[in-house]
T-cell receptor, first 109, second 112 residues
Framework: RKEVEQDPGPFNVPEGATVAFNCTYS??????FFWYRQDCRKEPKLLMS???SGNEDGRFTAQLNRASQYISLLIRDSKLSDSATYLC??????????FGSGTKLNVKP | NAGVTQTPKFRVLKTGQSMTLLCAQD?????MYWYRQDPGMGLRLIHY???????AKGEVPDGYNVSRLKKQNFLLGLESAAPSQTSVYFC???????????FGPGTRLTVL
């Protein structure tokens, strides 16, 4: 069983739409949770950390549900520049990061 | 600061050839990582290091070796390349006590 599972998409949405991604993780001992963004043929970059209390950064909101072992990312008022692959990441030991295969988002004009 | 750099950016090898990928970071980070990314799959950890002179195996270490002789450099070696090692390789580093990974731009390796 994979450590982290994501719907690969693609999610095709118009500009201005709200879109949500979920990710599930298999190990209840997972400690830290993140969303990374990866543009085509580029390196991943941290989008935001995910906390049990939830956190918001502008148009982006991340939630963690430890009981159900899933993480969500909500993007409001989608922009063309949000088109990318979004990677869900968890850590179990501080040193080890486990990546999902990513969810592709296409924002259309 | 250059951040994390990787050398080379692209490389084509024949089966059985060897090569070394270099990762360098100028942020004085303690932890460094090597990942590979294949189509449809997430990044998978090959090897990592928690400090100068130390290395440890990740999820997919077979066919690779690493060395961390200097804190700022982390080398990934392929002794006898195989087509299954065709991939994009990313290096990353983290400062001790934090959890933000900084990635290099990647190395695209093709093994024929």
């Amino acid at each position: 069983r994979k450590e982290v599972e994501q719907d690969p998409g693609p999610f095709n949405v118009p500009e201005g739409a709200t879109v949500a991604f979920n990710c599930t993780y298999s190990n209840s001992a997972s400690q830290s949770f993140f969303w990374y963004r990866q543009d085509c043929r580029k390196e991943p970059k941290l989008l935001m950390s995910v906390y049990s209390s939830g956190n918001e950064d502008g148009r982006f909101t991340a939630q963690l549900n430890r009981a159900s072992q899933y993480i969500s990312l909500l993007i409001r008022d989608s922009k063309l520049s949000d088109s990318a692959t979004y990677l869900c990441v968890v850590t179990r030991d501080f040193n080890k990061f486990y990546f999902g295969s990513g969810t592709k988002l296409n924002v259309k004009p | 600061n250059a951040g994390v750099t990787q050398t080379p950016k692209f490389r084509v090898l024949k089966t059985g050839q060897s090569m070394t990928l270099l990762c360098a970071q100028d942020m004085n980070h303690e932890y460094m990582y090597w990942y590979r990314q294949d189509p449809g799959m997430g990044l998978r950890l090959i090897h990592y290091s928690v400090g100068e002179g130390t290395t440890a195996k990740g999820e997919v270490p077979d066919g690779y070796n690493v060395s961390r002789l200097k804190k700022q450099n982390f080398l990934l070696g392929l002794e006898s390349a195989a087509p299954s090692q065709t991939s994009v390789y990313f290096c990353a580093s983290i400062r001790f006590g934090t959890d933000t990974q900084y990635f290099g731009p990647g190395t695209r390796l093709t093994v024929l």
